[in-house]
């Protein structure tokens, strides 16, 4: 299919429904219509930034006990509207419910299930930073007309049969993948068409540019450290090469420039709240992007397992994430691996950290 031309609506028919396979004519392309919709109709209110009086607090707290905006409920209710009338969900989840929504009377149920992030990087909003909506669509194997269960939405990543985020950035983009590759729309404003711009998006094997929140080390387990101490150290180090590192807040904005130029973003595991496995959340966060990562060419682990792998236990679970070009997320995999095996001595000694009596041959 042609960048420039094929619409979001061609490219769906073209893929799903005129193609035998699982999902043909069983209504998943008018699924993800409709979330592209909400997507548009979201575009639209942050575009207004404070003229659209929805900036700043909502004065309450989400399941999780974070402060949510008045965009996270705006945004939560402008994907319920435009996806729960059209007979092909069962129900919902997001960040900002506690439980399941399910279809309401007069409503029809149908068989996929949609989880969904409405507003991810929120606390970018206020200062116009770049935020996005993040999506992931399962499908359901109860019979259609009980109510969804918690049940029906702990199941592993791997079997979504749809994911996506959009990126409202200078342009207002979604990105997609329904099994096959991963594609991106560019909304073309004035038309109210996403316009098949970026088709089948590969991440570079190879990448010398990080993300995590630094604030955090003093916090990380030691393979996380020894990644991070190595990529600081660049030429001089073992890496002889230097790298860059970004931090945008926006889990959104880190994946999009990963899938558009590599990297390896991570929100490992730390002990600051050492009861939390992670800071993102696996049904809404984790495992849509681990799937476009994947479909992409890149991989994506919690450290020691890959993320699509992993079934929920809860509907709000928290996961540490890896991500990104293969090689970089395999090397950080491996750096686990050796720590669990106590096979990385030269690099997490007491000595070698506090002292660096250890330091390896610092190639000149
Ligand atoms: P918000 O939606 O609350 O802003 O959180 C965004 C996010 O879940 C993810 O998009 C970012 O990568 C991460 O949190 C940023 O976390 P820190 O604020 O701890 O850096």
């Not at 209504?27 to 919709?37: E, F, H, K, P």
């Not at 359901?140 to 199941?155: G, K, T, V």
């Not at 999009?256 to 809404?284: A, N, Q, S, W």
Request: charged content about 25%.
């Amino acid at each position: 299919m042609q960048d420039g031309r094929t619409t979001l609506s061609k490219f769906l028919i073209d893929t799903l429904d005129r193609k035998p396979g699982p999902h043909a004519a069983t209504g998943l392309s008018a699924l993800l219509v409709d979330v592209a919709a909400s997507i548009k109709t979201i575009a639209a209110a942050l575009t207004r930034g404070a003229l659209g009086g929805q900036h700043g607090s909502a004065l309450s707290v989400n399941t999780h006990g974070e402060e949510q905006k008045k965009l996270d409920l705006v945004t939560n209710d402008i994907f319920l509207q435009h996806c729960e009338w059209d007979g092909l969900l069962a129900g919902m989840v997001s960040e900002e419910m506690d439980g399941v929504y399910a279809v309401p009377e007069p409503y029809p149920r149908g068989e996929y299930l949609l989880a969904f992030d409405p507003l991810d990087g929120s606390s970018n909003i206020d200062i116009n930073g770049v935020v996005g909506s993040i999506f992931s669509v399962s499908r359901r194997s109860a019979s259609r007309h009980e109510a969804p269960s918690e049940a029906d939405f702990l199941r592993p990543g791997s079997e979504q049969v749809a994911a996506g985020y959009a990126i409202y950035g200078p342009a207002t983009m979604l990105v997609i993948s329904v099994g096959n590759g991963t594609h991106g729309f560019t909304l073309e404003r004035d038309v109210g068409n996403f316009v098949l711009t970026h088709s089948d998006i590969r991440i570079p094997d190879d990448s010398c540019e990080f993300a995590i929140n630094v604030s955090n080390e003093r916090f990380w387990e030691p393979p996380v450290r020894r990644y991070v101490k190595e990529c600081k150290e660049g030429r001089t180090g073992c890496r002889a090469q230097d790298f860059n590192m970004r931090w945008i807040a926006s889990m959104v904005a880190e994946v999009h420039r990963i899938l558009m130029r590599g990297g390896v973003f991570m929100y490992p595991r730390d002990f600051k709240t050492p009861e939390m496995e992670g800071r993102l959340r696996l049904l809404y966060e984790a495992n849509p992007m681990s799937f476009l990562v994947e479909q992409a060419g890149g991989l994506s682990i919690t450290g020691r397992e890959r993320i699509l792998d992993t079934t929920p236990r809860t509907l709000h679970q928290r996961v540490p994430v890896i991500l990104g070009s293969r090689n970089e997320v395999a090397r950080i995999q491996r750096y686990h691996g050796e720590y669990d095996r106590g096979e990385d001595k030269p690099f997490t000694s007491p000595l070698f950290n506090e002292r660096s009596l250890f330091l390896p041959e610092t190639p000149v």
